[in-house]
């Protein structure tokens, strides 16, 4: 019979699947060339004599402009065709904390492309605050020219192995858990078998056991049969002889008298 395998083996082997899985994200992704860029221009969301006055502003203005509207319609102006999700994924609104200024940060494996999204979805953003709010926003400082690399390669490793980890994770433990399902049924099935052969193993020694008996038991053979010594068949014989009544006397005669 075999033995149940636990959960727990699965867990080395996923260790070893998801650093398998980043080592390979990692070289891949160096040896590949890909490479990312970040791109980040700032607005200013007052003018210059109101900015001691308009501190705090930046968390409450970055809200406004973080829009659906204003995303599509720089995609739409740089003619770039992408869905408004995708645009999304690579957009940060960033308001610094107790002031005014708020930073567009782009990321994109196209170093141009980052730029001009930034620096496009920066003009929407003054526009939009200036007919709001009136409060004189300006462009701050564009990206153009100025976007720099960035080393993701480590952290996409990590995510890949992270879920290389997991995955194969879950895969072992389906794999282990219908290995111990079969474990199980062949063991109920051998057991069962066994249960089985030893009924017939004591069902056949009783049979045998009975048999010998019946072959070596005399009284079966001679039931009818009793042993009987000498002294019991004299007192037979006297007893038989003693049911017989004697009918008369034979009377005594001479010789010669009845002679024929």
């Not at 007919?131 to 300006?138: E, L, P, T, V």
């Not at 080393?151 to 879920?163: E, F, V």
């Not at 007192?235 to 034979?250: C, D, H, N, Q």
């Given at each position: 019979?075999?033995?149940?395998?636990?959960?727990?083996?699965?867990?080395?082997?996923?260790?070893?699947?998801?650093i398998i899985v980043g080592m390979i994200t990692y070289f891949a992704l160096n040896f590949g060339g890909y490479k990312e860029y970040?791109?980040?221009?700032?607005?200013?969301?007052?003018?210059?004599?109101?900015?001691?006055?308009?501190?705090?502003?930046?968390?409450?203005?970055?809200?406004?402009?973080?829009?659906?509207?204003?995303?599509?319609?720089?995609?739409?102006?740089?003619?770039?065709?992408?869905?408004?999700?995708?645009?999304?994924?690579?957009?940060?609104?960033?308001?610094?904390?107790?002031?005014?200024?708020?930073?567009?940060?782009?990321?994109?494996?196209?170093?141009?492309?980052?730029?001009?999204?930034?620096?496009?979805?920066?003009?929407?953003?003054?526009?939009?605050?200036?007919?709001?709010?009136?409060?004189?926003?300006?462009?701050?400082?564009?990206?153009?020219?100025?976007?720099?690399?960035?080393?993701?390669?480590?952290?996409?490793?990590?995510?890949?192995?992270?879920?290389?980890?997991?995955?194969?994770?879950?895969?072992?433990?389906?794999?282990?858990?219908?290995?111990?399902?079969?474990?199980?049924?062949?063991?109920?099935?051998?057991?069962?078998?066994?249960q089985v052969k030893e009924l017939r193993e004591v069902s056949d020694k009783?049979?045998?056991?009975?048999?010998?008996?019946?072959?070596?038991?005399?009284?079966?053979?001679?039931?009818?049969?009793?042993?009987?010594?000498?002294?019991?068949?004299?007192?037979?014989?006297?007893?038989?002889?003693?049911?017989?009544?004697?009918?008369?006397?034979?009377?005594?005669?001479?010789?010669?008298?009845?002679?024929?």
């Amino acid at each position: 019979m075999r033995n149940k395998k636990s959960l727990f083996l699965a867990i080395p082997s996923a260790i070893i699947a998801g650093i398998i899985v980043g080592m390979i994200t990692y070289f891949a992704l160096n040896f590949g060339g890909y490479k990312e860029y970040k791109a980040q221009a700032k607005v200013i969301t007052t003018n210059v004599e109101n900015i001691d006055d308009a501190k705090d502003t930046a968390k409450t203005y970055a809200a406004t402009i973080n829009s659906s509207k204003i995303k599509q319609k720089t995609l739409e102006t740089l003619a770039i065709d992408w869905n408004v999700g995708k645009f999304d994924s690579k957009l940060e609104i960033k308001p610094t904390k107790d002031s005014s200024i708020i930073d567009i940060v782009v990321v994109d494996t196209n170093k141009l492309r980052a730029e001009d999204l930034a620096d496009q979805y920066a003009e929407y953003s003054v526009r939009v605050l200036n007919n709001i709010y009136n409060s004189g926003a300006s462009v701050m400082e564009y990206s153009y020219g100025s976007a720099g690399i960035l080393d993701n390669s480590m952290r996409y490793s990590i995510i890949a192995g992270s879920i290389a980890l997991v995955l194969w994770g879950l895969i072992q433990i389906i794999r282990i858990n219908s290995y111990n399902r079969k474990v199980e049924k062949e063991n109920l099935s051998a057991s069962k078998a066994n249960q089985v052969k030893e009924l017939r193993e004591v069902s056949d020694k009783s049979k045998k056991k009975d048999l010998k008996l019946d072959n070596e038991d005399p009284n079966k053979e001679n039931a009818n049969t009793q042993v009987i010594d000498a002294k019991e068949i004299k007192e037979m014989s006297r007893e038989k002889s003693s049911k017989y009544e004697v009918l008369g006397r034979i009377p005594s005669y001479k010789k010669g008298e009845i002679d024929v």
